[in-house]
């Protein structure tokens, strides 16, 4: 042991003392985590923590002014904490590109799965990486922390370390946490350790040295009292800013540590950064050619995908149990497993959710994934991938059974809102093609792009294959697909993915003046110059999806969505039922051009 409990009592009292100061500058902030819970996170950077190559992950984001405090004192260049929680200065959560933080934390839960993510990281890439995450309690209560924790017991993440800071509080006041938490995760395969003291430095530094030689994924359960020391001690409202400025200041001062501080200086200045190489995805772009009159865009981009890897690529894809339906499990997949981290194929299991934040810890630990479901599912993933958006973590989500079309499974499993939905994520790529080349080019610009997540929009159904004419530019998100034969063009119909097709029928039949444009990107669209746009949405402009109609207005005069629940049927009947029919839509639109 490095520095011993008496070391560690002044160390983590130096931590509170400047963590109080930062809560105190923003008038803001949360004090029972702080004043519960800093021996922990104390015992681990002082002891155990190798800059560099192993990973501590807050989820209990709502303590980053304890974060913060034991970064500034570690060595880390994490700022001033007098601008905590003010507008360009520390957030209020933990969030990426400050020094020393591996993920965006803050959401309950997800600093869990994320945490799972980046130990699976470091056993595929092989760097001996250990992660360290402290949660509360109420982690514990959110589901994706729950499939988290399976996950991890089903691989067998001996290199990490989750401990509970439990105080037995939340916000409402008594944690609503499973009647046996160390029972619930010492069955989903962890080594779980029970009832340490948080003032038990001993004891808590016994077990993090044995966690080193658990070949299972291991739990501790530390109590503590949140808030301790303050006159709300133990009380749910310790959990925010409940005490006066004046208390503050006498708690800030009874910890100030001199010799705590200088004990911090040892550990700064022996800090050596063990820099894990950089991971970054060679794309290779090889010829993609379809013959088909016929396909469903999940087979092209299962097609796709496997001469992306036979010519060397280094993705590590996945699925919530649907690889085989979705087009994400392909002739070069090699599965993970808890003996053999070598596979570049995880098998989540149905965990969508946790799927999404444990691909954003492989993300950020330096491993490029993709992972799969259908696209109504994408639903259960939404906070983790406006977290990756967030956080500018450019990972793939492959999403299958784009509309009604699925049919017979009925309205439970038609995405109706969802593409809607995730085209209002700030920062995500949303790609829907149509055909092989359009699939070729989603996921180049998924590949190429190193700042933002990308999700890939594909069909279960086959339908007709539109060709791209030779030549076409797909640099600004839309080009046209089927031009008018006319002089003038009257009509665009603006189309994406499977629907394209259905436009070319109903352009086909309006006349000689109509132009079919694919839009396979909206958001790249939406920034082309304005040239460009006049360019390519001349006259009446008719928007055609089978999804959400509301957002279309904004290029369209007209659009042809959806905007109910579908129902069970042949998916061709379902569609026409919900007015997708050629015949309809033409009248429709002739009837708007009188």
């Not at 360290?132 to 922390?145: I, R």
């Not at 996945?318 to 090699?334: Q, Y």
């Not at 085209?423 to 949303?430: K, W, Y």
């Not at 190429?448 to 997540?453: A, G, I, M, N």
Request: hydrophobic residues 45%; proline residues 4%.
């Amino acid at each position: 042991m490095r520095f011993n409990a008496n070391d560690l009592i002044d160390m983590s009292n130096a931590v509170r003392a400047l963590a109080l100061h930062a809560v105190r500058c923003a008038h803001s902030g949360h004090i029972g985590i702080v004043l519960g819970a800093s021996n922990i996170v104390t015992t681990i950077y002082a002891n155990f923590l190798r800059p560099g190559l192993d990973k501590f992950v807050l989820s209990a984001g709502h303590g980053s002014a304890m974060l913060y405090a034991v970064l500034k004192l570690a060595g880390y260049n994490v700022g001033d904490l007098d601008s905590f929680r003010q507008i360009g200065g520390l957030p209020g959560h933990p969030e990426i590109g400050i020094d020393g933080v591996s993920v965006t934390t803050g959401p309950l839960g997800q600093g869990v799965a994320n945490a799972v993510g980046l130990a699976m990281a470091a056993k595929i890439r092989g760097t001996g990486g250990r992660v360290y995450c402290l949660c509360s309690d109420g982690d514990l209560t959110e589901g994706v922390a729950a499939e988290a924790i399976a996950f991890a017991g089903r691989y067998a993440l001996d290199n990490l370390v989750l401990l509970w800071d439990d105080n037995g509080l939340t916000i409402d006041g008594v944690a609503q946490t499973a009647l046996d938490v160390p029972g619930m995760v010492r069955a989903c395969g962890w080594r779980v350790v029970n009832d340490i003291d948080v003032n038990d430095f001993d004891r808590l530094n016994r077990v993090l040295v044995d966690a080193k030689r658990s070949a299972r994924p291991v739990f501790v359960q530390v109590k503590s009292v949140l808030g301790a020391g303050a006159s709300v001690a133990g009380q749910r409202q310790a959990h925010g800013l409940a005490i006066s400025d004046a208390e503050i200041v006498k708690l800030m001062r009874q910890y100030v540590s001199g010799s705590g501080e200088a004990r911090w200086h040892q550990v700064a200045s022996a800090a050596v950064k063990h820099y894990v190489p950089d991971a970054r995805t060679i794309v290779p772009n090889p010829g993609f050619k379809n013959d088909k009159d016929t396909a469903s865009s999940r087979e092209l981009s299962a097609e796709y995908l496997n001469l992306l890897y036979e010519n060397g690529l280094h993705l590590v894809g996945g699925s919530a149990d649907l690889g085989s339906n979705t087009g994400a499990r392909v002739a070069a997949s090699r599965d993970v497993s808890g003996k053999d981290f070598s596979g570049n194929y995880i098998n989540y299991g149905v965990r969508e959710h946790a799927m999404a934040a444990i691909m954003n810890g492989l993300m950020a630990g330096g491993v490029r994934p993709y992972g799969s479901t259908f696209l109504v599912f994408s639903d259960y993933m939404r906070p983790s991938i406006r977290l990756a958006a967030m956080s500018k973590l450019p990972v793939i989500y492959l999403f299958s059974h784009d509309s009604v079309a699925v049919g017979q499974d009925g309205p439970t499993h038609q995405p109706i809102e969802q593409l809607a939905s995730l085209r209002l994520i700030p920062g995500l790529n949303v790609l829907r093609p149509c055909n092989a080349t359009e699939v070729a080019w989603a996921w180049q610009t998924a590949l190429t792009d190193t700042v933002r997540p990308s999700a890939i929009i594909l069909s279960r159904q086959k339908f007709v294959q539109v060709r791209t004419p030779r030549g076409a530019d797909l640099t600004h998100g839309a080009y046209v697909i089927r031009p008018a034969d006319a002089r003038r063009v009257r009509i665009t119909i603006i189309a994406t993915g499977s629907d394209v097709p259905f436009a070319v029928d109903v352009a086909n039949k309006i006349g000689p003046s109509v132009q079919v444009v694919s839009m396979p990107s909206v958001e790249r669209f939406r920034y082309a110059p304005a040239k460009f746009q006049r360019e390519i949405l001349r006259g009446f402009v008719v928007a055609i999806e089978s999804g959400a109609s509301a957002p279309w207005f904004e290029f369209a005069d007209a659009v042809v969505g959806i905007d109910e629940f579908g129902m069970s049927g042949d998916g061709d009947a379902v569609a026409r039922a919900m007015g997708m029919d050629v015949d309809l839509v033409v009248r429709d639109i002739c009837k708007k051009m009188k």
